[in-house]
Structure formats: structure tokens, C-alpha cells
């Protein structure tokens, strides 16, 4: 399972996966036509930060032991970034999928933040999340 597969399993409410799996393997352009719908469409291990968002990123980026992350810009598809050089235009919206922390963050152009962590993680569960050698679709 790639990782975007693997944000759609953990973070979107379960009506909502088969729909977004479907779009996903139909390619980039499929998924990026929707993403509008993609913030009524998270489940409850995701939170809304519509003041301060950037700081509440920072707090939990601070918390997290690895460097890589996994960018999905919304308008040209995903990158894989190392988070010591990443930096992004706040005006930018996209998706950043931390895969060893399970956390991801969606990030909205009008400075607004969803942040999606994986509570189970806290209690010693891990959802299924895929190895860092699997590659983008």
C-alpha cells in the first residue's frame, strides 16, 4: 500500500475510501478534481486549526524524530521532501504525509490547517502504514 492509499485508510471517513481509492488509481488529475471535497471528508483523527494553524504545524513537526515527509502539491502531484529543507508557499495548497509519525497535514491556501494524526499510534497500535521503500503510484 502506498502512502496515499494509506492517508485515504486512516483519515477519511470510511463511506468516503472506495471513492477516493477509485480516483486515486485513475491518476493525479482524477484525485486533484476533488480535493475541494477533501476537508468535509475527514474523519475524527482530524482537527481543523483555522487561527494560528502554522504554529500548531510547527508544535507537532517539532515533535516528530525523521526528516522525511511525502508532499502532494495540489496542483502538480506528489514529491517526496526531506522536512530540514522543505519550505512552501502559504498560499500553496497541499498535503503533507508524514509516514513514520502517521500525521499529515492538509494544508488549505486561505491559512487554515487540518491536522490528521493517528490516535492508535498513542496506545501502541499501528495502522497500516506502507514501508519507506514503496514508491509513489
Known sequence: MDRFSAFINSFLKKQYQSRWHFLYQK??????KNLAQLDRQLNHRCQLFTHNGWQQQAKELATIKHDQGDWYNFT????????HNFSWDH???GLLILQRAQLAFYLHHEGWIWVCKN?????GKLLSWPTETEDFR
Open 27 to 32: 491518476g493525479w488529475p482524477h484525485v486533484r
Open 76 to 83: 502538480t502531484g506528489p514529491q517526496a521532501v526531506n522536512l
Open 91 to 93: 498560499a500553496t495548497e
Open 119 to 123: 490516535q492508535e499510534q498513542l496506545s
